[in-house]
């Protein structure tokens, strides 16, 4: 059974672009996470969608988005990119939304912004 | 607002030796603890997911502890093996939002 699976692996920006980080989840998990990972910060949390609706969100700013589609793959938008993004983001997947379910990683993308 | 704190954020032991790492948290009312794995540059592998009202979960060599009321976690490896290097990571979920708080790892070293 294939695993979060997240692409690209690498994405280099510059400041003020775009950047969109995309992540599909086990195959029958309807629960997509989002988290990041920044140097000296450790691991937070950003989204939480279930059945394409947004559930929670982390303590970042609004040009921190996504969406979940049909099919439960997600995307994760960061607009006007700004240095300290450089991070690896993490996408996790779960069976359904409840709490009794297990969170499972994928391997990351890394985005570096110069 | 809920805490995660691992202790030491660093290990070094030979090969074949019985470890601990150990995982606090502020807020004992959590809904589950799940430890995972992390490689150098890599995503997270989940090692095993403790329910609130479970006291441990074993999985192999790995044998993870709940204590709610003290909030404490640790996981056991018996007999490590240098495949064993990497950061442990615990993290709590304690809210209905779903949201895992990360502790900051223990780096652990298993010398040959």
């Known amino acids: 059974e294939a695993g979060v699976t997240q692409s690209p692996t690498h994405l280099i920006k510059t400041r003020g672009q775009q950047a969109t980080l995309r992540c599909s989840p086990i195959?029958?998990?309807?629960?997509v996470y989002w988290y990041q990972q920044a140097l000296g910060l450790g691991l937070q949390f950003l989204l939480w969608?279930?059945?394409?609706?947004?559930?929670n969100r982390g303590n970042f700013p609004p040009r921190f988005s996504g969406r979940q589609f049909p099919n439960y793959s997600s995307e994760l938008n960061v607009n006007a990119l700004e240095l300290e993004d450089s991070a690896l983001y993490l996408c996790?997947?779960?069976?359904?939304?409840?709490?009794?379910?297990?969170?499972?990683f994928g391997p990351g993308t890394r985005l570096t912004v110069t | 607002k809920q805490e995660v704190t691992q202790i030491p954020a660093a290990l070094s032991v030979p090969e074949g030796e019985n470890l601990v790492l150990n995982c606090s948290f502020t807020?004992?009312?959590?809904?589950?603890l799940q430890w995972f794995r992390q490689d150098p540059g890599k995503g997270l592998t989940s090692l095993l997911l403790?329910?609130?009202?479970?006291r441990e979960q074993t999985s192999g060599r790995l044998n993870a502890s709940l204590d709610k009321s003290s909030g404490r976690s640790t996981l056991y490896i018996a007999a490590s093996q240098p495949g064993d290097s990497a950061t442990y990571l615990c993290a709590v979920n304690n809210n209905a939002g779903n949201m895992l708080t990360f502790g900051g790892g223990t780096r652990l070293m298993v010398k040959p």
């Open positions: 996790a997947s779960s069976l359904r939304g409840g709490t009794i379910y297990e969170q499972y």
């Open positions: 403790i329910q609130s009202s479970q």
């Open positions: 195959s029958g998990h309807t629960s």
């Open positions: 807020d004992s009312a959590i809904y589950n």
């Open positions: 969608y279930d059945e394409g609706e947004e559930r």
